[in-house]
C-alpha cells in the first residue's frame, strides 16, 4: 500500500506540476528569441530542432497522464479517479480511503483503472521528465556557444574533463565552443548521425527529437577523436 502511495503522488506531481517549471528557462527563452528574431539561421544550426523537440516532451509530460489512463481504463474516467485517489493519498488517507474518495465521484472502476494504469503513467512521465532536461541541457549549451560564455557551457567542459583527464592539457572552455558549433553547423546535432539508432521497419521513420545528440553522444564523439 505504501508503494501504491508513493506510485500515485508520484505521478500527480510529475504529470501536473514539472512540465512548465523545467520548461522555464530564461537560457531557452534567450534562444527561441534568438530564432524567432533572425539571430540564428535555421539552415546553419539544429537549435530550433532542439526547441522543437523541448516543446514536444513538455506536451508529452503535460498530457500524459491523461492519455495513458483513458487508454487502460477505456474512458476519461480513470484521469479524474487517479486525481481524487491521489489527492486522497497525499492528505494522509489510507488506500481503501483514497478508493471510496474516487469512487464517490466516478465510481469504483475509475480507481481500479487509475490503479492498474499508474506504473504505466509514472514510466512515461519519468521518460518524458528525464528526455526534457537532457534536451533542455543541449538548449542551454548551445546558446552558450553563440553568446560566447555562460555557466551551461562552462559546466559542460568542466564535467568532459573530469572523465577524461588526458584532455586537460589542451582542451579549454573555448576548443569546446568550437567543436560544439563546428557539430551544430555541419547539422551532425540533428541528423542522427551521431546517435546509434535502433533498428526499426522501414515503414517507420525515426523522429526528429529522437535524432538529437544529447551530452553523452557529443562527449562520446570528442574522446574517440582525442
Do not use: W
Not at 500515485?8 to 514539472?18: D, F, Q, R, S
Not at 469504483?108 to 541541457?137: C, D, R
Not at 573555448?174 to 522501414?202: F, N, P
Amino acid at each position: 500500500m505504501k508503494s501504491l502511495k508513493k506510485v500515485i503522488l508520484l505521478m500527480c506531481v510529475l504529470g501536473m506540476g514539472n512540465a512548465y517549471s523545467i520548461g522555464k528557462n530564461n537560457k531557452i527563452q534567450d534562444a527561441r528569441r534568438m530564432m524567432q528574431e533572425g539571430a540564428l539561421n535555421a539552415d546553419e544550426t539544429c537549435l530550433d530542432e532542439y526547441l522543437f523537440a523541448q516543446q514536444q516532451y513538455k506536451r508529452m509530460l503535460a498530457f500524459g497522464a491523461v492519455r495513458r489512463g483513458a487508454v487502460i481504463s477505456g474512458s476519461g474516467a480513470v484521469s479524474a479517479g487517479t486525481i481524487v485517489g491521489g489527492s486522497a493519498l497525499a492528505s494522509g488517507a489510507s488506500a481503501a480511503g483514497a478508493a471510496v474518495a474516487a469512487g464517490s465521484v466516478l465510481g469504483a472502476g475509475a480507481t481500479v483503472g487509475a490503479i492498474v494504469a499508474a506504473p504505466i503513467v509514472v514510466a512515461t512521465a519519468t521518460f518524458s521528465t528525464t528526455k526534457l532536461l537532457q534536451t533542455n541541457y543541449m538548449i542551454k549549451v548551445l546558446r552558450d556557444s553563440y553568446k560566447g560564455r555562460g555557466s551551461s557551457l562552462n559546466k559542460f567542459t568542466k564535467k568532459f574533463l573530469r572523465r577524461n583527464k588526458e584532455a586537460r592539457g589542451y582542451m579549454t572552455r573555448e576548443e569546446m565552443r568550437q567543436i560544439v558549433l563546428d557539430l551544430d553547423q555541419s547539422g551532425a546535432l540533428c541528423d542522427g548521425s551521431m546517435r546509434k539508432q535502433r533498428r526499426i521497419h522501414k515503414v517507420r521513420v525515426p523522429k526528429q527529437r529522437h535524432q538529437l545528440a544529447l551530452k553523452k553522444h557529443i562527449y562520446k564523439y570528442i574522446k574517440a577523436t582525442l
